[in-house]
């Protein structure tokens, strides 16, 4: 009968959490399709959003492109007129230093011809006066000049200019004819056209006038004109340069204003591109989400109905044991003290495990410590096997030495006893007893010492670790010191008993004959890692079996 108001209480409390799972199926759909409502209507927006900011961006690029190229167009246009203006500048600079050399040319020709057209007149002069003088004396031409410069000194000047060579045997007519050629000259470096000589020394005498006067207009063009026109080209080509640089720098300020102004556009379009693959992944969410949402309505729809074919099974069945409980007959009581009862039997019999098992497990700790214990110092005793070489060597004994060692597996030992008797008495009762809290009703927990226990396993303990750090120095402590101070030699290889068999030794490849003589070999290390793997498997079926 309690089985059966068991099950219609099971049937009652079945036919509620159907009844609440039916109201959350229906409550987390209709959440699950007004998310995706409003996940649909938040991707409509972002399209909307993106083609107003795909419109916008495209309107910023063209008005972009657009001053772009009129800025670019008036940059050019001023650049056209700032190269040619420096092209009608530079040009004219040209034509200035032709100008100014050709007044420095002139400027020297006249300084040139001002400088003979003294010597010029004096000659004219003095051939006019020496003809006027031969003509009024009635001298003849081959009169000797040198009779003559007896009455004339003067003439001895002109006769020498004449005749560098010397006079001597010269007439009047040779010098007259001298006069002549050097007047020839004259008129053609002077360009001088007068029939008469008289009418050529004025004109001589003219053209020293009009020189002077050019001479002085040339040297007023080199000290004023031309530094006036040089003077206003330099400060041209400098207002060229000016305008030229705040052109550069229009035109830099253009090229970073358009630069900046694409970043922008880029970084829009950047963005929008972001944005419309997070849409393109919302889309697919929305997809899996109405995916995940029929599979979900067809998956509760099967789950409920299996619940509800299950509840109704199980009224069918709550009916049936209704009615065998209906037909059986008057049930016999049976009676059981306190030690035959099921509960206090199977917590004996959990008390007996427990006890068992701390009985076996020490002893495994206690292994598994000397055996820690033994790989440890040994390990530490062959690295320090120089420093103790050299200890004995300075007399220290083999005890000292051993002591050493022993006192540090002691002390680890008693720090680990002292450590573990804390953690292990106030956290593993606690443990267990929260354990068998969860299967029995237990009264509240007392904890207790055991001080004889926990001497004694010290006791044993440390006579566990003395006897396994005794064994991994007394291999090492017998030698000599000059043999300790010596790296110590690898174990001899042996002829293992698998090479005494053909069958199998040969079947073995190279690797597997290394291994094999290694575990012969290294015998300790062998058994340590035996009993290891032993422990795991041991753990593992436990745990399988347990579990």
């Not at 040619?84 to 200035?96: E, G, K, P, W």
């Not at 006192?407 to 068998?436: D, R």
């Not at 690797?511 to 035996?530: E, G, Q, S, W």
């Amino acid at each position: 009968m309690s089985e059966y108001n068991d099950g219609m209480q099971k049937y009652i409390d079945g036919t509620k959490q159907y009844q609440d799972a039916l109201d959350s199926y229906q409550k987390e759909i209709m959440d699950a399709q007004q998310k995706l409502s409003e996940s649909r209507a938040s991707v409509t927006t972002g399209e909307v959003e993106i083609a107003n900011a795909k419109e916008n961006l495209n309107n910023a690029q063209t008005i972009l492109n657009t001053e772009k190229v009129n800025r670019q167009t008036e940059i050019d246009n001023q650049q056209a007129i700032l190269n040619q203006n420096r092209a009608t500048l530079q040009s004219s600079q040209q034509s200035l230093n032709t100008q100014k050399a050709s007044l420095e040319q002139n400027e020297q020709d006249l300084t040139t011809a001002l400088a003979a057209i003294p010597d010029a007149i004096t000659l004219y002069q003095t051939e006019i006066q020496f003809r006027q003088g031969i003509a009024h004396y009635g001298i003849s031409p081959s009169t000797s000049l040198s009779f003559l410069i007896m009455f004339r000194s003067d003439l001895r000047q002109l006769c020498d200019a004449m005749f560098p060579d010397g006079y001597a045997g010269k007439t009047i007519g040779d010098l007259q004819t001298a006069l002549d050629n050097h007047l020839q000259q004259i008129d053609q470096n002077f360009s001088l056209t007068a029939s008469t000589k008289e009418d050529r020394l004025v004109e001589l005498q003219n053209l020293q006038t009009q020189y002077t006067n050019d001479l002085s207009n040339v040297q007023n063009a080199l000290t004023v004109t031309i530094p006036t026109s040089q003077q206003q080209i330099t400060d041209g080509l400098a207002a060229v340069d000016q305008g030229q640089q705040q052109l550069d720098q229009g035109q830099a300020i253009l090229n970073q204003k358009i630069a900046d102004g694409q970043a922008k556009i880029d970084a829009g379009w950047q963005e929008i591109y972001t944005n419309e693959n997070k849409l393109a992944d919302a889309r697919v969410q929305i997809a899996d989400g109405e995916e995940k949402l029929n599979t979900a309505i067809t998956e509760g729809t099967k789950k409920l109905n299996d619940a509800l074919e299950e509840l109704n099974l199980s009224k069918a069945k709550l009916a049936d044991a209704k009615k065998k409980i209906d037909d059986l007959a008057e049930g016999k009581w049976t009676i059981l003290d306190r030690k035959s009862h099921y509960a206090s039997v199977t917590f004996k019999n959990t008390i007996h495990q427990m006890e068992a098992i701390s009985h076996v497990f020490p002893v495994f700790f206690i292994l598994v410590a000397a055996l820690v214990c033994l790989t440890t110092m040994t390990r530490l005793v062959e690295e320090q096997r120089n420093e103790i070489g050299t200890l004995r060597a300075l007399g220290y004994t083999r005890w000292q030495c051993t002591s050493k060692y022993l006192f540090y597996a002691i002390s680890a030992t008693l720090i680990g006893i002292v450590v573990g008797s804390i953690l292990g008495l106030s956290s593993f009762p606690l443990i267990i007893y929260h354990a068998w809290r969860m299967m029995y009703i237990l009264p509240p927990i007392r904890f207790v010492v055991p001080l004889g226990l926990i001497g004694f396993t010290a006791m044993l303990f440390i006579f566990a670790m003395s006897i396994a750090t005794w064994f991994a120095c007394k291999a090492d402590t017998q030698d000599v010191p000059s043999q300790l101070m010596r790296p110590k030699a690898p174990p001899a290889g042996k002829k293992t008993f698998l090479e005494n068999i053909p069958l199998i030794w040969k079947r073995l490849s190279f690797t597997d004959k290394v291994t094999m003589r290694n575990i012969f070999r290294y015998k300790k290390t062998f058994l340590y890692d035996n009993y290891w793997c032993g422990r795991m498997y041991c753990t593992h079926v436990n745990w399988i079996w347990y579990s």
